[in-house]
């Protein structure tokens, strides 16, 4: 299914994406990310991680989340795009270093109409991103448009 456009009615609560992928975080990604956007010491240098509370150089948390959106977009193709509507939670649970890969196992854990746009539901999602020692980095519940099916 995940080459499938998928449509509002498509959703149901309990059904699972897994990661349609992987993807391996470089030191030199988490250095310019964090450059660029989150410029602490624990992201731009290894020697200050060291003495850090993170004890090594770490990817950002919004660096992971940018890459979690990666493999969620990746993972679940929604027609026309998959639409934020907000996020009801979002935990870093252990920090990502240099050479970590990470997928994504996704359960819908709800489906409603939306109130506003009534040509669209939303689906609210539980994700997990899991690195190659199979620990959970980053767990976030989101809500995503899905666009009602067409009618012809």
Not at 22 to 40: H, L, M, N, R, S
Not at 89 to 96: A, G, I
Request: proline share 5%; glycine share 10%; no cysteine.
């Amino acid at each position: 299914m995940p080459n499938k456009e998928l449509y509002f009615e498509d959703f149901y609560v309990g059904q699972r994406f897994d990661s349609a992928g992987t993807y391996t975080v470089t030191a030199a990604e988490i250095k310019e990310f964090g450059q660029k956007y989150d410029p602490q010491p624990f992201h731009l240098d290894e020697a200050a991680g060291e003495g850090s509370f993170f004890q090594g150089l770490a990817a950002s948390g919004w660096l992971t989340a940018a890459i979690v959106m990666r493999l969620r977009v990746l993972s679940i193709k929604v027609s026309g795009g998959m639409i934020g509507a907000g996020a009801e939670e979002m935990r870093w649970t252990e920090p990502v270093r240099p050479g970590d890969t990470l997928r994504t196992e996704i359960e819908v854990v709800g489906v409603r109409y939306a109130n506003s746009r009534k040509d669209y539901g939303v689906v609210r999602t539980r994700t997990h991103a899991i690195n190659q020692n199979n620990v959970t980095v980053l767990r976030a519940t989101v809500n995503f448009l899905a666009p009602l099916r067409p009618t012809t």
